[in-house]
């Protein structure tokens, strides 16, 4: 049963999937980990799981690749799928915070892979602002926020060759349509035709 449509950035999901697709894998954080992810967190999506779907997303960032897999190019790093689970997800789906989530999540990370990971959270984390401006941070969690340039600078030097422009070509598709009401029932060639 699907409650949402599907996501254009993400890979079909298989009819039937739970944790144990990702847990079966071991300790195995390569390819094969980051495709299952992505399709997990499609799975969840579409069953109206937005706030479980983003984690699998995360967890699709931390996977250990270099960047030059075919999985990759098959299915980018999900910048992408990020903001239109964010823009999609209806106003009455539990979501959490995203912002938040982020932002601890940045802060608080840890190995492995800890430098590429914490910035592809604040790369999350300025996504989520443009998307959903009206959430705000923890004023509790004492944290200095990056500036657009830092996380740029991150990317380059700790990401993937091309994933900066990547999650910059995000920032700029989540500025171009701020302010407009993009409803669920929208898709994304539509949106695209305005």
Same mark, same amino acid.
Request: proline content about 8%.
């Given at each position: 049963? %699907? ?15 739970? $944790? =144990?697709?990702? %847990?079966?894998?071991?300790? !195995? ?27 699998? #997303? ?7 690749? =270099? ?7 098959? $299915?980018? #790093? +999900? ?5 239109? /689970?964010?823009?999609?997800? +209806? ?7 995203? @912002? ?13 892979? @800890?430098? /590429?990971?914490? $910035?592809?959270? $604040? ?5 989520? =602002?443009?998307? #959903? ?9 004492? *944290? !200095?926020?990056? %500036? ?7 990317? *380059? ?15 700029? /598709? /989540?500025?171009? %349509? ?10 994304? +060639? ?5």
């Amino acid at each position: 049963m %699907s409650l949402f449509p599907a996501c254009p950035h993400l890979p079909s999901p298989r009819e039937r999937m739970d $944790w =144990r697709d990702l %847990s079966d894998l071991g300790e !195995e954080r390569g390819a094969d980990f980051y495709v299952t992810a992505l399709m997990y967190g499609h799975y969840l999506w579409r069953r109206g799981q937005a706030a479980r779907a983003i984690l699998c #997303l995360d967890r699709a960032l931390g996977a250990d690749l =270099r960047g030059d897999e075919p999985a990759l190019r098959e $299915w980018p #790093l +999900p910048y992408a799928a990020m903001t239109w /689970v964010l823009k999609y997800t +209806p106003a009455d789906t539990f979501i959490g915070n995203p @912002r938040v989530h982020f932002q601890h999540y940045a802060d608080r990370m840890n190995e492995p892979r @800890r430098d /590429v990971r914490r $910035w592809r959270a $604040w790369a999350c984390w300025a996504l989520t =602002r443009g998307v #959903l401006p009206h959430l705000a941070g923890d004023p509790k969690h004492r *944290v !200095e926020e990056p %500036s657009h340039a830092l996380i740029h600078a991150k990317l *380059v030097e700790h990401g993937h060759p091309g994933e900066a422009a990547l999650w910059e070509a995000e920032i700029e /598709v /989540v500025a171009r %349509s701020a302010g407009r009401g993009v409803t669920l029932a929208q898709t994304a +060639p539509e949106r695209r035709a305005q």
